[in-house]
């Protein structure tokens, strides 16, 4: 059982005031948030230890779809690229049987279109490039307690394989906690954590199927139930089912229960002919009310959890750690106040609060539509993603590219490109070498200036101010597709902090300067 040890004899005394900040981090949990946070703060090289209670590696589990923009933060440093080498791209979505198919390899993305690969590869991957960035991962180790003061945390961790033995004390500067279930770390940072069960507990399966729908992913609601298949190769399909009624034994059906279920939702026999792969994962759904408690912060699953029917858990807690991860290291880093933290949860807990009431919503629908109602809905739903427009709408949200951040006060919205928006895939004119994506120009983890301007003065600006944590680039405009833009201020995690159209050189640097120092902190000596 976790306690929350707050002992004088457990734990040293407050650090004395004065002391240097500790420029280090403890991930509690070695879920793949936990691991891209990780990836992410040794990247910044930023301390990193990842302590785990299992000590064993995840086991096989059923494949997970990863995003669009998921990949695309976690490209930014260079974390996605084992996770493509083996991924295998779905380019074509359906949402229901009589609707228009998706295309997704028409979006605007280095990588347009949803990803597959096993769930446990995900985790593997990502902990291998942690630690080859540098973090230390830990496991059969469980954490007994907690404290915190103005400077540091300090954690009480015991071998699980060694209980008699004297407990350990880790100190760090923040701790994270990204472990699932139950999450320790949040009960011991006293974060509530408001749960209840879904409706509708789905079964995750691989399964081959010898007659299987006919486009590459197929999301099916209705007919008694909801169902989601993606194709992960060689005949084999991902398969989330959830239905209003529970025709199987529990705690998982028979192979023949599924294959009966599979048949009354599609209406037809997809010919299941093996089963490599099958749970059926907890049915609750729950979100903290705060993401942070002082040095203590919580990403993932010990932020928010969904049921897994749709995969939106594992790419919302993939994304609020490249959220955070940048934040700590800059906090860490000693070029922005601690108040920046405040900003992850300001950003990233609404998106999780739209994907809950979705997820509510499609099992209220579930369990409430008579089999007329199930028709019509998927009659209306047809007839909407006929139009153009709104089937590019549905692709990009569907690939995670449609999110936006508050712009923050003051911040002209009036322009094409402005504060809180994905920077798009813009291919920039260098002024010395051949032209290259604005989004790999982030791959060092500062921020990014971009001065579309004759004489680049915003940018030998934020160069002499700023060059530390920030990568200035006076590049030949104007800017293909945006004329306005005069200057572009980008975030390490690929969003815009701020945009300017003046080309004045007074108004220019007067603005570039006092963006350079809301985001980035105050200009070096």
């Avoid at 933290?341 to 409430?368: F, H, I, N, T, W």
């Avoid at 508050?406 to 002024?431: D, N, T």
Wanted: with cysteine.
């Amino acid at each position: 059982m976790t306690v929350a040890v707050r002992r004088a004899e457990d734990l040293p005394a407050p650090t004395p005031r004065g002391v240097p900040v500790d420029r280090s981090v403890v991930v509690v949990g070695s879920g793949a948030a936990g691991l891209a946070l990780a990836c992410e703060l040794a990247a910044a090289g930023i301390r990193t230890t990842v302590v785990e209670r299992s000590a064993e590696p995840p086991p096989p589990s059923p494949a997970v779809l990863l995003h669009s923009r998921t990949l695309e933060e976690l490209g930014l440093r260079g974390h996605a690229g084992a996770l493509l080498e083996q991924a295998r791209p779905v380019d074509r979505i359906r949402l229901g049987v009589r609707s228009p198919a998706l295309d997704l390899s028409a979006l605007d993305s280095r990588f347009p279109g949803l990803y597959v690969l096993p769930g446990d590869r995900v985790e593997r991957l990502l902990e291998r490039r942690a630690v080859d960035l540098g973090a230390r991962v830990r496991r059969g180790v469980r954490v007994e307690g907690l404290t915190q003061d103005a400077d540091r945390v300090r954690l009480l961790l015991r071998d699980a394989d060694a209980p008699g033995r004297a407990p350990e004390v880790l100190t760090a500067g923040y701790v994270v906690g990204a472990d699932s279930g139950r999450s320790c770390l949040r009960e011991l940072a006293g974060i509530p954590f408001p749960a209840h069960g879904a409706p509708f507990a789905p079964v995750l399966a691989e399964a081959r199927l010898l007659k299987p729908p006919p486009d590459e992913a197929l999301v099916l609601p209705g007919r008694g139930g909801a169902l989601l298949t993606v194709p992960v190769g060689e005949g084999w399909y991902r398969i989330a089912l959830a239905l209003d009624a529970h025709p199987w034994s529990e705690p998982l059906p028979t192979e023949p229960e599924l294959a009966r279920a599979l048949t009354a939702v599609l209406g037809f026999d997809p010919g299941l002919a093996g089963v490599r792969a099958l749970t059926r994962p907890r049915g609750t759904q729950g979100l903290a009310p705060r993401y942070r408690s002082g040095r203590v912060l919580l990403v993932g699953e010990a932020a928010c959890r969904l049921s897994p029917l749709a995969g939106q858990e594992l790419n919302l807690g993939l994304r609020d750690a490249v959220n955070l991860g940048w934040k700590l290291a800059a906090v860490l880093n000693g070029w922005s106040p601690p108040r920046l933290l405040d900003s992850y949860q300001d950003e990233r807990r609404p998106l999780a609060v739209k994907a809950l009431r979705r997820a509510e919503r499609a099992a209220r629908q579930l369990g409430g539509s008579s089999p007329v109602a199930s028709v019509l809905g998927r009659t209306v739903l047809a007839g909407l993603l006929g139009a153009a427009p709104l089937r590019r709408a549905t692709a990009s949200g569907l690939a995670g590219l449609a999110t936006r951040y508050p712009a923050g006060s003051g911040h002209a919205s009036r322009l094409p490109l402005h504060a809180g928006q994905r920077l798009p895939e813009l291919v920039v004119r260098m002024r010395q070498g051949p032209p290259m994506r604005a989004p790999d120009l982030l791959d060092d983890g500062r921020f990014l200036l971009i001065d579309f301007g004759h004489q680049g003065i915003a940018a030998t600006a934020a160069e002499r101010g700023w060059g530390d944590r920030v990568r200035a680039v006076s590049a030949i405009g104007p800017l293909d597709g945006y004329v306005s833009i005069s200057t572009l201020l980008v975030r390490p995690d690929g969003y815009l902090a701020w945009t300017d159209d003046s080309y004045e050189p007074p108004a220019r640097i007067s603005r570039a300067r006092a963006a350079l120092t809301r985001w980035c902190g105050p200009a070096a000596d």
